[in-house]
């Protein structure tokens, strides 16, 4: 069953695929909730990952922020595995044996 939610306009074309922008907002949402849970303020999380205050807001609020920056602050709440498998390679033989088999 398809969770139609998870259609949104992509280039005026229907699509199941998340764009960048939505990618960055939920992320953006994870990060402001881990850093709060972990009783972080904005200030003290600027001050001690490098990353100025000025960029934490704005991520936080638009989900834009500098590739660099996100490391740094992923590395900060202990979170920095989560990028090990980007761009990893997929491995999708097994569907493409289903495919083929029909």
């Not at 709060?36 to 000025?54: D, F, T, W």
């Not at 500098?66 to 709440?77: C, R, V």
């Amino acid at each position: 069953m398809i969770d139609i939610s998870q259609y949104i306009i992509c280039m005026g074309r229907y699509s199941i695929n998340k764009i960048p922008q939505e990618v960055l907002n939920e992320i953006a949402v994870k990060h402001r909730q881990l850093r709060k849970a972990k009783k972080i303020s904005q200030i003290e999380l600027a001050e001690r990952s490098g990353v100025s205050l000025g960029s934490i807001k704005r991520f936080e609020q638009t989900g834009k922020i500098a590739f660099e920056s996100l490391l740094k602050l992923a590395h900060l709440l202990d979170r920095l595995d989560d990028f090990e498998g980007i761009f990893a390679t997929k491995n999708t033989d097994a569907i493409e044996k289903l495919f083929r088999s029909n």
